[in-house]
């Protein structure tokens, strides 16, 4: 795409920083959220008509907000880096894949593999998420309002998976350090997962961390908190013999 | 990858709608798999009269005088309406076997899609733009429908890989993954004595579920077995004569969306199918959970 075009667009009618996608393809409002420069002006964004569009607002490093109108489909908001993104609808499958900072709030639900592989910043799913939420987590944090599914935090690192609803079956298998904390029952633990008791350090990150995902009426206390036995992935000389 | 879609109508006044609204669906979804596309449409029943899909590569001269060739050969009226590649023999329900024999007989190029009371099947190589415009399938009316534009993985870009697969009467199915224990459930499927057309999986995967039909499951039981017995990814969309049903693998990699209103049920690989529905904002819309069995019957 001409970089000229870019700019026409954004010069004529998206001086307020208003995207229609029924009008303008996406790649226009991708690559006018990359051309953003530090302290640039145009803090606020809006996307309409995403009708289940792909990869809406990936790669921003800007600290702008995005409200997306609707409902999107892969890869809404991957690899944020800094900006704010709603969803006002659904994601479709890796909404926030490798976020690095910033956050995600989807006001709907989130299919497969939300928040894979994030590094950072905050993803917050306030209906439910589906399969392998937080598969191979670096450092995010997600907080699911409802239930998450099956194989979620598979291989998680590190960060923090808040699940106010259930689990699905094999919640953190073969697990490192990142730490979940679910509210609901769990379907059933992954390999290596266990639960944990719940230190004062727990009940105060995961209080800081509902407040910061807007949510009231739900006390820290009333969750459980699992994490890795540490039998796996640390080498066990009684093992020796099988290498 | 692929794509698949299925539209189950609860709403008679959409009936004429039926292939519009299935193009549409099917077409949102074309990069999902360029390779072919096809269709399935289940008409309404006409109570005396049962249709066989046809398929022939040389068309002008495969149907040129087969509906007087045909009726002579079964001493019963036969029609044919041609649609490209593709024709629809009409007769009388009891002939069907004979006229599937005759035409083997008269034709041996042709190649049946498959026939039942109420279902037409069309596919073939291209677009599903090319497919649903060749075949015209915007015009049709109907009570449900699935299908299906591939991403080839398992078998050849050809008219016979190409999904639905039809193995039993009003039966088809589209498969959005692969499975991997195919050749073994075709080889016990052909000691019960089914036919296959193809080297394809997913032809495996309707042909387990006519059998399992025609041991006397009903469609929701048929496909729970496929939970256990095929092995592999998979998320099917199946259709029978007054049936819609959809099921996924334990796990689900394969991605799928539903929606359901007082008008209709529908099913999509992605959410990008169904945006052009009508009340699709007020539509309850979920993700089918894994290994669980949806359908939907008229």
Not at chain 2, 142 to 147: E, L, P
Not at chain 2, 169 to 178: F, P, T
Not at chain 2, 184 to 209: C, H, P, Q, S, W
Request: aromatic share 6%; with cysteine.
């Amino acid at each position: 795409m001409p970089a000229i075009n870019v700019s026409k667009a954004l010069d004529q009618s998206h001086a307020s920083g208003v995207f229609d996608l029924a009008e303008i393809p996406l790649r226009e409002l991708n690559q006018a959220l990359h051309d953003l420069t530090p302290g640039s002006n145009q803090t606020a964004w809006e996307v309409l008509n995403p009708k289940g569009s792909h990869s809406v607002a990936v790669g921003v490093d800007q600290p702008v907000t995005i409200d997306v109108r609707g409902s999107v489909g892969y890869y809404c908001g991957g690899m944020n880096d800094g900006s704010a993104i709603t969803v006002h609808g659904s994601a479709g499958p890796g909404v926030g894949e490798n976020m690095m900072s910033g956050s995600i709030t989807v006001k709907g639900d989130a299919s497969q593999y939300a928040g894979a592989t994030g590094r950072g910043g905050l993803l917050v799913i306030e209906g439910n998420a589906s399969s392998r939420c937080g598969i191979s987590m670096k450092g995010i944090d997600i907080v699911v309002h409802g239930n998450i599914g099956h194989m979620s935090a598979f291989m998680a690192q590190s960060g923090n998976l808040v699940v106010l609803g259930d689990a699905g079956d094999a919640l953190g298998d073969s697990i490192y350090e990142a730490r979940l904390f679910v509210r609901g029952k769990v379907g059933s633990l992954g390999a290596d997962c266990i639960a944990k008791e719940m230190r004062p350090e727990h009940l105060a990150l995961l209080q800081d961390l509902l407040d910061r995902a807007g949510v009231t009426g739900v006390k820290a206390a009333e969750f459980t908190r699992y994490g890795s036995a540490r039998t796996l992935y640390n080498f066990n000389i009684d093992n020796a013999d099988a290498y | 990858m692929c794509g698949i879609v299925g539209l189950f109508l609860k709403d008679k006044a959409l009936e004429p709608q039926l292939g519009s609204m299935l193009s549409q669906m099917l077409i949102s979804l074309s990069d999902r798999g360029p390779d072919s596309a096809g269709i399935a449409i289940y008409g309404a029943p006409s109570g005396n009269e049962a249709k066989i899909t046809m398929q022939s590569a040389k068309p002008e001269q495969d149907f040129s005088n087969l509906d007087a060739e045909l009726a002579k050969a079964i001493g019963a009226p036969v029609s044919i309406a041609v649609k490209s590649t593709h024709a629809v023999v009409r007769t009388a329900p009891a002939k069907v076997d004979e006229v599937r024999e005759a035409i083997q007989a008269l034709r041996p190029d042709i190649r049946i899609m498959g026939a039942g009371e109420v279902v037409e099947i069309y596919k073939e190589v291209g677009l599903p733009e090319t497919v649903v415009d060749r075949f015209d399938v915007r015009s049709m009316t109907g009570t449900h429908g699935i299908g299906h534009t591939r991403m080839a993985t398992e078998s050849a870009v050809t008219t016979m890989g190409a999904h639905p697969f039809s193995t039993g009467a009003d039966q088809c199915l589209v498969h959005n993954g692969s499975l991997s224990n195919h050749n073994n459930v075709r080889r016990e499927l052909i000691r019960e004595g089914m036919k296959f057309e193809t080297e394809n999986d997913t032809e495996v995967a309707a042909a387990y579920l006519s059998s399992q039909m025609a041991h006397g499951k009903n469609l929701g039981e048929a496909l729970e077995g496929t939970l256990s017995d095929l092995d592999g990814f998979f998320t099917f969309v199946v259709g029978t004569k007054n049936g819609f049903g959809v099921v996924r693998d334990p796990i689900a990699c394969k991605p799928a969306v539903m929606a359901e209103t007082d008008q209709y049920v529908a099913f999509g690989s992605e959410y990008r199918a169904l945006t052009k529905l009508p009340g699709i904002d007020n539509a309850r819309v979920w993700e089918p959970e894994p290994a669980t069995v949806y359908f939907w019957e008229h």
